[in-house]
């Protein structure tokens, strides 16, 4: 069951947010500011952070940017809640490394959509590829997309040459075998 870390000041939004992602078999986590969610995720280190910017004690900004500095939790996805819908906002807020920035008043459903696309990426981004060509056929066989990715490897054929007893492969990927 994924975790997530709801921080929002605002009693009725966090308890009705928690019901909604309850019943969509996600583990929640709440704190009612910043400060006591980057605790929450630094004990807990929940799959995501949903978190609201306007809050006392501790902002969201101010959340991220712990979070960001913590080795453990600086590759959570976040995303932000907010009333603020002013462009300069959305901008800071990325750039502290948000993955989303949701305005209020939304749907669940377009909180569940952003939380599930979020954490799908976040999977794909763990999984680990071989590295040289055993990690490009690895690559080939899981992406949604083949051929594009044979039609790139088909136009960009490696070039092999040898150096001081080594076979060198130069192209999409480098390999050196030795002799």
Do not use: W
């Amino acid at each position: 069951m994924k975790t997530v870390l709801l921080i929002e000041d605002n009693t009725d939004i966090r308890e009705n947010l928690a019901e909604i992602l309850e019943l969509s078999n996600y583990k929640v986590f709440m704190a009612v500011d910043g400060k006591e969610g980057v605790a929450i995720a630094l004990k807990n280190h929940p799959d995501i952070v949903v978190c609201d910017i306007m809050m006392p004690v501790l902002d969201g900004y101010g959340v991220i940017h712990m979070l960001q500095k913590n080795e453990q939790t600086k590759n959570t996805p976040f995303i932000f809640l907010t009333a603020k819908a002013e462009r300069s906002d959305l901008r800071k807020g990325m750039e502290l490394g948000a993955d989303d920035y949701i305005t209020k008043p939304f749907s669940g459903t377009e909180l569940l959509n952003a939380i599930e696309r979020r954490l799908k990426k976040a999977e794909a981004l763990k999984q680990q590829l071989a590295p040289g060509l055993l990690g490009l056929s690895m690559l080939i066989n899981t992406t949604n997309n083949t051929d594009t990715i044979k039609n790139l490897s088909e136009f960009n054929a490696p070039e092999i040459y040898k150096r001081n007893r080594q076979y060198i492969m130069k192209g999409i990927t480098q390999e050196v075998c030795s002799l």
